[in-house]
């Protein structure tokens, strides 16, 4: 029969395989991040360049699979909540064969 210590064992080796206990991790990072937040003081707002740079930061991050890492960074851009919006390749100035 399997000890306590053994089924921990086995249960975050299936959750890090599965990508659930990273995702877990990053969520609690944004969240806690978010309750240390200080509401009292508004962000700057953010300039059309510095969206940009955010947007460029994120699909580095996509795409070498950062995941965990996008997601808090995504937590953290309240501007593209609000917007719904997102850096296309016409915004970045970037030609469509360098375009994913």
């Known amino acids: 029969m399997a000890t306590v210590a053994e089924l921990k ?3 975050r080796d299936t959750l890090e395989k599965r990508g659930v206990l990273g995702h877990l991790k ?3 990072r944004a969240e806690v991040f978010n309750a240390l937040d200080d509401d009292s003081e508004p962000r700057p707002v953010l300039s059309h360049e510095n969206l940009l740079i955010n947007e460029l930061i994120r699909e580095y991050l996509e795409f070498n ?3 965990y ?3 808090v ?3 953290d851009d309240c501007l593209r ?3 719904g919006k997102s850096a296309d390749a ?3 100035r970037v030609s469509p064969a360098v375009k994913r």
């Open 26 to 28: 990053a969520r609690i």
């Open 81 to 83: 909540k609000e917007r």
């Open 90 to 92: 016409e915004d970045l």
């Open 73 to 75: 960074l995504m937590a």
């Open 9 to 11: 064992a086995v249960l």
């Open 69 to 71: 890492t996008a997601s």
């Open 65 to 67: 699979k950062y995941k």
